[in-house]
């Protein structure tokens, strides 16, 4: 069964850091582009970042690029995503999830939520 | 960026009904859009790929259809558990964007 599992979040102040971690289980973890995708509260999904199977490339929207840096230790099975210079706006459920056929993602973690407020 | 749109906004159905969802893309993203599912308080969970392509464990009452811009999700027999936020998202070119959803509602 595919697990992923989202831990890190929590409240910060405006301008501080946060590093969120993804545990992966029950598949071939260092062959699957991971990304990360965020929803504020009452709103809907955004992509955030993504990083491929290897490490070697990562990817990141406009609203987090120089910010937030996306990682992976295969032999960890774990993703992370270090976020720097927080801002009100970063407020969300952060999911960790895998990158499925077509582009698509085909697993979820549960989230976990990071607020950003003094 | 591609931006992702979606009608209605929200649906209010009856069990049985046929529900239809259209998105569209601002450019030709080819079959590479999915379509989500996400109740209040979950996780979204996947229900079409490719376009077309039914994920595993998803009831036959869910299709998906179109390429290019252009794409529809049908639920052929609306059911109670059925209620929730639909999302379509273009995986053709990154950054991956989503439609802002439609809220489905049973009546």
């Known amino acids: 069964e595919v697990q992923l599992e989202e831990s890190g979040g929590g409240l910060v102040q405006p301008g501080g850091s946060l590093r969120l971690s993804c545990s992966a289980s029950g598949f071939s973890f260092s062959i699957y582009a991971m990304h990360w995708v965020r929803q504020a509260p009452g709103k809907g999904l955004e992509y955030v970042s993504a990083?491929?199977?290897?490490?070697?490339?990562?990817y990141y929207a406009d609203s987090v690029k120089g910010r937030f840096t996306i990682s992976r230790d295969n032999s960890e099975q774990t993703v992370y995503l270090q976020m720097s210079s927080l801002r009100a706006e970063d407020t969300a459920v952060y999911y960790c999830v895998k990158r499925g056929g077509s582009g698509s993602y085909d697993y979820w973690g549960q989230g976990t939520l990071v607020t950003v407020s003094s | 960026d591609i931006q992702m749109t979606q009608s209605p906004s929200s649906v209010s159905a009856s069990v049985g009904d046929r529900v239809t969802i259209t998105c569209r893309a601002s450019q030709g993203i080819s079959s590479w859009l999915a379509w989500y599912q996400q109740r209040p308080g979950k996780a979204p969970k996947l229900l079409i790929y490719a376009a077309s392509s039914l994920q595993s464990g998803v009831p036959s009452r869910f299709s998906g259809s179109g390429s290019g811009t252009d794409f529809t999700l049908t639920i052929s027999s609306l059911q109670p558990e059925d209620f929730g936020t639909y999302y379509c998202q273009q995986g053709n070119s990154f950054p991956f964007t989503f439609g802002p959803g439609t809220k489905v509602e049973i009546k």
């Open positions: 990083i491929i199977s290897n490490g070697g490339s990562t």
